[in-house]
């Protein structure tokens, strides 16, 4: 097979984002593995240290904070249950609400999805007092209610879905009424198989969204056993020099790579859905 | 009473479009019965208010002597085969088959059982693993069937299902629906616009214009006594010829010729019918032709001309009779096989 030149330009700037988005990676797990000292006196590093387990397992299990009850396992276990939380809530529900505005044709639906859609101009970040107000008096601060219930409206996740039902025919609704099927299970039986890919994608999405978040469980959150990865970054990166001690700069290393591997994780789990989906063109 | 009827049915939809204006008819158990009409007709919408996926605006449908008219699709018994199959794409045709009785809630050994059968009578065991993807035009239409045949229903509605088929397919499956429905006995429905397929298929055919049903009757029927215009022109193939001309106690004055005797009391100006296929070649003919164009298909030929007044005109002879093109020919009515129609109304006068 003969090589073009354009793709072999092309392959060179493949391989050069690669690398761009593997180096630094490669760089902090390398440095991860040795001692502070050797990061402080002589950079990062490109090779592999001895230190590893020892980093590791220290991040994981020293209590931090202010009153040293927290450790990092923890917060990657809320991170973790808020991020499944909001990630699975918002495909729920915006797979539901979707379902109601393209197949019940009420009045109002057209309307409706405009406001829902309108809320993508309004994120949390804008209406954080409000929904904090609203949160607190409920009395769910410091819960994992209170971290994932503002955030599981979803307006992009409602709009993909309902694109995704107006390409589906009539006709595959009608045989199925036929065929004695009632909205609930035509949801169930017909939907939800049919938009499995786009189940898989929203929830990648969201999950990496949800993982993300730092504004809103900061605020949430005062007892140290809700914090989550997202705020442990910032708290390891200002820990106090407690006396004349060195930064700790090879497990803020550890504490980055073991702070990507959830989401790393749901995606390539979810993956496999993704392509099997691609593949079998099912319509 | 019928197996069912329809008394003074009537769709308006919400944008006040008439679809379908008081229809009433019967259609007996085991008869298969085909709409026909031009697309827009209304035939669909009638077959879908029977279904249950229209309501009715006015009129009742009764089935199996049980008014219907506000049962739920899924309670009325019926299957229905669509235009585009409308097969499940994430089950396989085991799946298919299987799922309204899955939510008749029929034990799972006797779904195996009824599937199995259909799907044998169909010639699709092999497939029952497949999914719909993964089948030709032709079994997928035999799957869309297998749906409707395991439900064991009432009555079959077809909407148009051979339309996406290849040409020599459509033909074979329309054989196949034949057989099928012959061995299984059921009450049919099938619409369709194509009048070479209603013509072969029905038992009895029903002829809807603009909503409404200009003709019925078994399909030899209305070939041979059809009571309007539209009617003679839609059904027959190739089309029957049109010219227009004038009646005037019992003789009929058309452009070049005129007939003598005409069974008609009807005076005043009419439209004349003639079948290509009611003609014969004679020395001295009513209608004189120049031939533009002949299409031979073998056992027929088919003569395309012009008559004096520029009109156009189509004869079909034998195709061991060879006619030239550029050439002049006459020919003579056979056995007195025309039709004669009010110009303005459209209706059979003679």
């Known amino acids: ?283 | 009473m019928s197996f069912l009827e329809l008394n003074k049915v009537t769709k308006v939809y919400p944008n006040g479009t008439k679809a379908v204006h008081e229809t009433s008819m019967n259609v007996e158990n085991g008869e298969f019965m085909v709409f026909v009409g031009p697309s827009g007709c209304g035939k669909s919408t009638l077959l879908r208010m029977i279904a249950g996926l229209e309501d009715i605006t006015e009129g009742d449908i009764n089935l199996d002597g049980k008014l219907i008219n506000k049962v739920d699709p899924s309670e009325r018994d019926v299957a229905m085969v669509f235009q585009n199959y409308a097969l499940y794409p994430h089950m396989n045709v085991y799946n298919n088959l299987a799922y309204g009785l899955k939510n008749r809630g029929i034990d799972k050994q006797s779904i195996e059982q009824k599937v199995n059968d259909a799907a044998k009578l169909l010639q699709i065991s092999e497939f029952l693993q497949r999914k719909p993807s993964m089948l030709s035009g032709g079994q997928r239409q035999r799957v869309a069937m297998g749906r409707a045949i395991v439900r064991n229903p009432k009555i079959f509605l077809f909407d148009e299902p051979l339309s996406n088929l290849d040409a020599k397919l459509r033909i074979q499956m329309r054989l196949e629906i034949k057989k099928l429905q012959q061995k299984v006995g059921v009450t049919s429905i099938f619409v369709t616009h194509d009048q070479v397929e209603a013509m072969t298929l029905a038992d009895r055919l029903a002829v809807i214009n603009n909503g409404i049903i200009e003709q019925l009757g078994t399909p030899i029927e209305i070939y041979n006594n059809p009571k309007s215009l539209f009617v003679a022109g839609f059904i027959g193939s190739p089309q029957m010829n049109f010219i227009d001309g004038e009646l005037k106690n019992k003789t009929l004055f058309a452009e070049g010729f005129e007939i003598k005797n005409v069974q008609s009391d009807f005076n005043g100006e009419i439209t004349l019918g003639i079948r290509p296929e009611h003609m014969s070649q004679s020395d001295s003919g009513l209608i004189n032709l120049s031939v533009e164009l002949v299409e031979q298909l073998g056992s027929d030929n088919l003569i395309y001309g012009e008559l004096k007044n520029k009109k156009d005109f189509c004869y079909r002879c034998p195709g061991n009779q060879l006619i030239e093109k550029g050439s002049k020919i006459s020919l003579n009515i056979n056995d007195n096989n025309y039709y004669v129609f009010d110009k303005s109304s459209g209706n059979r006068v003679n």
Request: no cysteine; charged share 15%.
């Open chain 1, 1 to 283: 097979m003969k090589i073009k030149p354009l793709q072999i330009i092309a392959h060179i700037i493949l391989i050069m984002g690669v690398l761009l988005m593997v180096v630094p990676i490669w760089i902090s797990f390398a440095s991860s593995s040795h001692e502070s000292v050797t990061i402080l006196t002589e950079g990062m590093k490109f090779h592999l240290g001895d230190q590893l387990t020892r980093n590791y397992n220290e991040v994981l299990n020293e209590k931090g904070g202010w009153s040293e009850e927290v450790t990092a396992a923890k917060m990657f276990i809320n991170s973790f249950v808020m991020a499944l939380g909001i990630a699975t809530l918002k495909v729920i529900i915006s797979a539901m609400s979707a379902y109601a505005l393209v197949y019940f044709r009420f009045k109002l639906a057209v309307p409706i999805f405009w406001v829902i859609f309108i809320t993508l101009l309004v994120p949390l970040e804008v209406r954080i007092f409000p929904s904090y107000k609203i949160v607190s008096d409920l009395g769910l601060t410091n819960s994992y209610t209170g971290l994932i219930l503002p955030l599981v409206a979803s307006a992009t996740a409602t709009f993909f879905f309902r694109q995704f039902y107006k390409t589906i025919p009539d006709e595959l609704l009608e045989s199925a009424k036929l065929d004695g099927a009632n909205s609930w299970r035509f949801f169930i039986d017909f939907l939800v198989p049919l938009s499995k890919t786009m189940i898989a994608a929203m929830f990648i999405f969201m999950f990496v969204y949800g993982y993300s978040q730092y504004l809103w469980p900061l605020i949430m959150t005062t007892a140290e056993e809700y914090w989550t990865v997202v705020m442990g970054m910032k708290i390891i990166y200002t820990e106090s020099y407690e006396g004349v001690a060195l930064p700790r700069t090879a497990e803020r290393f550890a504490y980055i790579i073991l702070s990507m591997i959830p989401p790393v994780l749901v995606v390539v789990f979810l993956q496999k859905w993704f392509i099997k989906g691609l593949i079998q063109t099912e319509k």
